[in-house]
DNA sequence: TAAATTACCGAAATCGTTTTCGCCGATAAA
DNA sequence: TTTATCGGCGAAAACGATTTCGGTAATTTA
C-alpha cells in the first residue's frame, strides 16, 4: 500500500525559497511578514496540501490543544449531554476532547487520570465517579498548571473551577411542591451521600419538610446505591408494604422516579391521585412515562459549555487571583402529570 | 504559581549513567537490554516520578495511539452506546478516544475530518452524517494508510472496514411480525433514503409487504426527514385523517415510533388493538412508553467494541489481503405491548 | 548626511522519544 | 588460536513545528 508523505513547512520552504521559519510565521499571520508573503504561502501551502501536524506543534509548546473529560459512563443522559457541550465549544476553539469514562470505579478513575495526563491535555473536565473519595489522582495536573473543571459530582477542599446547580434549594423546591400539592408523607429516594450532589439534595428535601412543620419519618427515606431502576423497583414496593406508605415520593433522579410509577401502576397505586412523584435531571424517559414525571432541569449541555470555556479562558488569561471559581446554573421545576393534584 | 518540570528519559539517563536509548528500550522491555538494567531503570523511574511524553513518541512513529470518531450528536442513545463500546475497547489497549460531532451537517463533518487528521489520529470510526453523500473528506487519510471503521450509516463503494446490521432483514423480521399480528394496512415512517439503513429498511418492509401479497400502499409510506418526534407526531395525526387509516406501524426509529403511540392514545386510538406498532433500536424509551413499544435491537456497544478492535488489530497486522472487510451484526425483535394482539 | 528605526526574514536550538547503526567485549563455534 | 556470534549498550539523526536572537536593507528622523 502507497503512504504518501506528508508536506511539511520545511517542503514549503525549499519550494518558496525561505526559511522554515518564515513559513511558520507567514501561516499564523505574524505580524513581521509582509502581507505579500503571506499570500504566497498561503497559496503554495494549499495547492501543495500542506496540512500542520499539530503533534509537533504540541510537542514544543508542550500541551496539546486538546480538553480531557472524565466520566462515568458515556449512555447516561446527563452525561451524554455533557460531553456533547464540551464539544462544541471546544471545537469552536480548534480544541479536541478526549473522553475516558471510569464507569464509576474509582481504580478506573486513576488509570484514566494517568493516560490524560500523559497526553499533555490543557485542561479537564471531571465529574468524580460515585466511588471517588481521595483525590490524590488529580494532583498532578494541579502541580503543573493544567486547570480542572469539576461538574456537578464535585468535591470539596480542591482549588480549582467548579460547575454545578443549587442542588439543596432545587430539592428544596421539589419538596415544596409536593408539599403544595398535599401531600403529607413525602418519601425520598436518596443517593450515596458522599456524593456532594445527593448529600444536597438530601438536605434540602429534609429541610423543606422541616420548614413546613411535617415530622420527618426515616422509614421514608431509602438509601440507594446506584439510583436504578430496579432499586427504585424494589423500593417503591417496600414502601408499600408499609402499614403506612407515603403519598409522595422526592427520587434524586429519574431513572428511579420512573420506576415508582411503573411500579406503583403495577401494584394498583394511582399516580398522582395515591402518590405524586417528582424526579431529577429531566432525563428523556420523564417525558415518555405514563403519567409524565415532574421533575428538576438539569442543564446539561450548558454545564459542558461552560466548563470548556473555563478552560479555554485559562488558557488565554492564565490563572484569575482567585483560582477557586464556582459557577452556579439555575435550574427549575417542571411539573407534569405525575404529580399534579390541583 | 510554579509549574514543576517534567521528568524526561535525559534525567533517568544522567541519574543511572545511561544513554537516552538505553532508557527508551529499557522502559519498552526491549530484548537487547539486561534484566537488570530493565529494572534499575524503571524503579529510578517510578521513584523519580517520570512520566512518559506521548506527544514526543506520537510524533516520532508520526501516529498517535488515539482513535477518532466522527458522529451525529453524542447524545442520542445509539451513539452514546456505540462511542462506550470504542471507548472501552481502546482504553484496553492503551488508545486515547477523541470525538467529533457534526450535528448532522456535511460541512462539520468536512471541519471535523480536518481536525482529526491534524492530530494524526490511528484510526478513524465514523457514522455518517445524515447530509453526507460525497466521501472526498475520507480520502486523506486512506492516502496515509489509516483505517477507516464506517458504523451503522456506512458509504457504498469505499474499500474500509464497515460494521453494521442487516438492516434488511431486521425490518422484514419486524413487518413479518405485524402482518403475524394481524395487520392489513401497514403504514412506514421511513428515514431519508440516501443513508443506507433507511433504505434498507424501506426496502424490508416492501419485501415483507410482498411476500405475504400485502399491496403496497404509498400513503401509507411517509418519508421523514430526521425521524423526530415533532415528526412522529404529525404523521400519526395525517394518517388518521384518512378514510382509511392503518392498522399498523413501522418505524424506522424509536422515537418516532413512541411519538406514534402517544400521539395515538391522545386521539383515542387504541395500541395495539386498533393500531399496532414498532420501532427500531431499542433505546431506553421504548421500554418506558406505555404500551412498551416493540423494537428491534441496535448492539451499539457491541459495535463499538468491534470498531475499535477493527482498527486495533490492523494497527498490528497491517492492511489484510481483502480491504473491504464488512461485519454484520444480528439483530433480534423486542416484542412488547404495543404490538402484541395476541 | 548620519543616525536611528523599522520591516522582513534566517539560523539554529528546542520539545522528548524512537531507532538505525555501530561498537566493544565475551562467549561459542571452527 | 582464529573467526563468528551475540549480548548490552551509546551516538546521533530523525519527527515537524516554534521561537529566540539576530541580521540586513530600506525608511525615517535629526
Redesign the pocket.
Known sequence: MKTK??V???DL?KQL????????????DH????????IRVKEVAAQMG????S???S????KSKTIGIMISRISRPFISSLISGIEESARKSGYNVIISQSNDLYKNEIQNAKALYDSRISGLVVSLSMETKKLNHFQQFIDLGIPIVFVDRVPKGLDTYKVLIDNYSAAYKATQHLIEQGCKRIAHFAGAQHVNVYHERKKGYLDALKDNKIPVDKNLIINFETLSFEEGEKATKELFNMSNPPDGIFSANDTAAVAAIMTAKKIGVRVPEDLAIIGFNDDPISSIVDPGLSTVTHPATDMGRISADKILDHMINGYKSNNTDTTILGTHIIVRNSSKRK
Open positions: 508523505k506528508d511539511t513547512i520545511y520552504a525559497n525561505y526559511a522554515p521559519s518564515t513559513i511558520s510565521r507567514a501561516l499564523k505580524k513581521s511578514i509582509s502581507q505579500k508573503t503571506i500542506y496540512r500542520p501536524n503533534l509537533a506543534a510537542l514544543r509548546n508542550n
